[in-house]
């Protein structure tokens, strides 16, 4: 199988039989490339079984797959593989069934920079979460650049991507959870309870969170700005907020939602 190297690891799958082998093995892709107007030979094959897979496919110029596959014969097509395998959004609820928890859950709304996330999962998993959840599209993947931020985090803490964020928040409303979404306008988030089952969602880097993921969330929580910038690192903002939950979780706080 044909790689290219990416740092000190290998995560782009170069070559159609290279590509097909990887997904017969049920190799963890997180997107496939495929060269603008490409469709001959057994590309159409390599399309129909990632579209049956959920996997991300993107069309690209060919000299930018030629830039990104340097010397390698990609034959059109490349593959980005998964440092981890991604998990399902029932995998994290049932991971907090099993330790008689109620769910704590972390949502990345296009969070892009793949350090932040990684850094996003490492708190996470040792804040005693159940498992982050990611869009499919216009957001980091776990890339090898995630898992080495991730610091081992990988291992222990399940990440699970999904089609649509907004449906998913639907969802979790059903399951019982609260969603709580960090945005400069809420409420100071001391003062916020989390004790229940929740879901924190972190908005992108330049963005902040989307208008309709935003109006999903039951609470609009914010960070106390003192100095002369008006906003944290996602990771940071994120970070503080886990352990205000944790912090709460452990019986700390006596303030309940909508009271």
């Not at 996470?124 to 931020?149: N, Q, T, W, Y």
Request: aromatic letters at 4%; proline letters at 3%.
């Amino acid at each position: 199988m044909e790689q290219q190297k990416s740092g000190t690891q290998t995560d782009l799958i170069i070559g159609r039989n290279s590509v097909l082998e990887a997904l017969r093995a049920g190799r963890a892709i997180d997107s496939l490339l495929v060269a603008r107007g490409e469709r001959s030979g057994s590309i159409g094959r390599i399309l129909a079984e990632c579209r049956e897979k959920g996997i991300v496919i993107k069309e690209v110029d060919a000299k930018k797959l030629d830039s990104l596959c340097g010397r390698g014969n990609h034959q059109g097509v490349a593959a980005y593989a998964a440092a981890h395998a991604y998990a399902c959004v029932a995998d994290l609820l049932a991971l907090a069934q099993q330790r008689g928890e109620a769910p704590f859950l972390i949502i990345c709304d296009e969070l892009e920079d793949p350090h932040n996330l990684g850094a996003i999962i490492r708190t996470a998993e040792a804040a005693g979460a159940h498992g982050v959840i990611i869009p499919k599209r216009h957001a980091a993947s776990l890339s090898f650049a995630v898992s080495k931020a991730a610091a081992g985090a990988l291992e222990y803490l399940p990440v699970a991507r999904v089609g649509n964020l907004a449906t998913t928040l639907d969802e979790l409303k059903k399951q019982g959870l609260w969603i709580y979404g960090a945005d400069m306008d809420g409420t100071p988030f001391c003062e916020t309870d989390y004790s229940g089952p929740a879901a924190l969602v972190i908005g992108s880097e330049g963005r902040g969170l989307g208008r309709l993921i935003k109006e999903k969330c039951d609470f609009i929580v914010s960070l106390p700005m003192k100095g002369k910038i008006n906003s944290l690192n996602a990771s940071v903002a994120a970070g503080i907020l886990m352990y205000e939950i944790a912090r709460q979780r452990a019986g700390l706080s006596s303030v309940r939602p909508g009271e």
